[in-house]
């Protein structure tokens, strides 16, 4: 399963790593601690391992470093995230030939994340051009002028190894679903550049369903497997799809908000929404936010009962206990990488105490 690694020489994809755990550097602050809401204390799927953890992660992580994408410092910084940890997660059941393309995959999504984060607009929709591209047209030979840019090898590694054992209906809704991804990922470096800030929830919520990347994640859950006919476009599985992408699209937006904060690049994150827009502070907003991800827990399991009531298909099942899964790993993966809280992580997600980090 190992992949070909590109020649040495080549510029770093990124000028300027920012990667999230430079925000809990050892710095001292006076503001007072603020909680963060136990979000999935009632739901019944637990956190699962996928046995093949190490061995993958240890292949994945390789084949990410062979492209020297970025500096030592900065592939260290990207390494403690443990994006491997969060697939090994996310798919808990996979094989470990089916683990290595979901570990490949969290590395491109992060890797590209990275980028597109420190970019203009006009930046971003190029790169995204590029990506899209490279799926569309895997088996041609890139451009020399991307030469400079890895993305797109990476892109095509990945690919070229999915689609050895994917079936042509994944192949094409990862496509379609990664192409909405990058698309939403351009609007949002349109928003940062011109300062804007979405109107209300609901508005933030479009985009930011599709700037979490969960609809190509959840393609990973069936990649190997054909899912029965008119399953995806039934309207409860299409609810409980929209319920998990936000359940996971929020927690993750409350755990990243206080890097964020500091950075001054938290416009794209829901916390900011609801205190700009409801006139609510950080703690009152926290608290806003857990009421409205109460509701969403309650509605996800309801809507998975009443579906397994009717699905006789153990395919189609198995996906739905998928996207259980994906809510719970990034739960998890958040406290127990360092991308969010650095070394701190076990102890925040016991006390749920976190210190607001001055700005930088």
């Given at each position: 399963?190992?992949?070909?690694?590109?020649?040495?020489?080549?510029r770093p994809l990124l000028a300027m790593l920012k990667v999230q755990t430079i925000g809990f550097l050892e710095v001292p602050t006076k503001s007072p601690p603020f909680t963060l809401p136990e979000l999935l204390r009632?739901?019944?799927?637990?956190?699962?391992?996928?046995?093949?953890?190490?061995?993958?992660?240890?292949?994945?992580?390789?084949?990410?470093?062979?492209?020297?994408?970025?500096?030592?410092?900065?592939?260290?910084?990207?390494?403690?995230?443990?994006?491997n940890l969060l697939a090994a997660l996310a798919y808990p059941n996979a094989s470990a030939e089916h683990l290595r393309i979901c570990c490949d995959l969290m590395n491109l999504f992060f890797a590209f994340d990275e980028y597109t984060d420190v970019c203009d607009a006009q930046e971003a929709r190029r790169l995204?051009?590029?990506?899209?591209?490279?799926?569309?047209?895997?088996?041609?030979?890139?451009?020399?002028?991307?030469?400079?840019?890895?993305?797109?090898?990476?892109?095509?590694?990945?690919?070229?190894?999915?689609?050895?054992?994917?079936?042509?209906?994944?192949?094409?809704?990862?496509?379609?679903?990664?192409?909405?991804?990058?698309?939403?990922?351009?609007?949002?470096?349109?928003?940062?550049?011109?300062?804007?800030?979405?109107?209300?929830?609901?508005?933030?919520?479009?985009?930011?369903?599709?700037?979490?990347?969960?609809?190509?994640?959840?393609?990973?859950?069936?990649?190997?497997?054909?899912?029965?006919?008119?399953?995806?476009?039934?309207?409860?599985?299409?609810?409980?799809?929209?319920?998990?992408?936000?359940?996971?699209?929020?927690?993750?937006?409350?755990?990243?908000?206080?890097?964020?904060?500091?950075?001054?690049?938290?416009?794209?994150?829901?916390?900011?929404?609801?205190?700009?827009?409801?006139?609510?502070?950080?703690?009152?907003?926290?608290?806003?936010?857990?009421?409205?991800?109460?509701?969403?827990?309650?509605?996800?399991?309801?809507?998975?009962?009443?579906?397994?009531?009717?699905?006789?298909?153990?395919?189609?099942?198995?996906?739905?206990?998928?996207?259980?899964?994906?809510?719970?790993?990034?739960?998890?993966?958040?406290?127990?990488?360092?991308?969010?809280?650095?070394?701190?992580?076990?102890?925040?997600?016991?006390?749920?105490?976190?210190?607001?980090?001055?700005?930088?």
């Amino acid at each position: 399963m190992s992949q070909t690694p590109i020649p040495n020489g080549r510029r770093p994809l990124l000028a300027m790593l920012k990667v999230q755990t430079i925000g809990f550097l050892e710095v001292p602050t006076k503001s007072p601690p603020f909680t963060l809401p136990e979000l999935l204390r009632s739901f019944p799927w637990n956190r699962k391992l996928n046995p093949n953890y190490e061995k993958v992660k240890a292949e994945s992580q390789a084949w990410f470093e062979s492209f020297h994408a970025f500096s030592p410092k900065a592939q260290d910084a990207f390494n403690r995230c443990d994006f491997n940890l969060l697939a090994a997660l996310a798919y808990p059941n996979a094989s470990a030939e089916h683990l290595r393309i979901c570990c490949d995959l969290m590395n491109l999504f992060f890797a590209f994340d990275e980028y597109t984060d420190v970019c203009d607009a006009q930046e971003a929709r190029r790169l995204a051009d590029i990506v899209m591209d490279v799926l569309r047209n895997p088996e041609l030979p890139r451009p020399q002028d991307e030469s400079v840019i890895l993305i797109g090898e990476i892109t095509k590694q990945f690919w070229l190894l999915a689609k050895k054992t994917s079936v042509e209906s994944a192949q094409r809704i990862f496509i379609e679903s990664f192409d909405t991804y990058t698309t939403a990922v351009v609007a949002q470096a349109e928003d940062r550049v011109s300062h804007h800030l979405r109107a209300d929830v609901d508005s933030y919520l479009e985009i930011r369903r599709q700037t979490i990347g969960m609809e190509p994640s959840f393609v990973l859950l069936h990649l190997e497997t054909e899912l029965p006919e008119g399953f995806l476009s039934d309207p409860l599985v299409k609810h409980m799809t929209t319920l998990a992408i936000d359940m996971v699209l929020i927690a993750n937006d409350i755990y990243s908000y206080n890097v964020e904060q500091a950075r001054g690049d938290d416009g794209h994150n829901m916390v900011t929404i609801v205190m700009s827009r409801r006139s609510l502070n950080l703690d009152e907003a926290l608290l806003w936010i857990s009421d409205y991800y109460d509701n969403l827990v309650k509605s996800f399991q309801e809507t998975y009962v009443a579906l397994r009531e009717r699905l006789a298909s153990d395919t189609a099942i198995s996906y739905l206990e998928g996207m259980a899964y994906w809510v719970r790993a990034n739960d998890c993966w958040s406290f127990e990488s360092e991308r969010y809280f650095g070394k701190k992580g076990a102890t925040i997600q016991k006390t749920r105490l976190v210190e607001l980090l001055p700005c930088v």
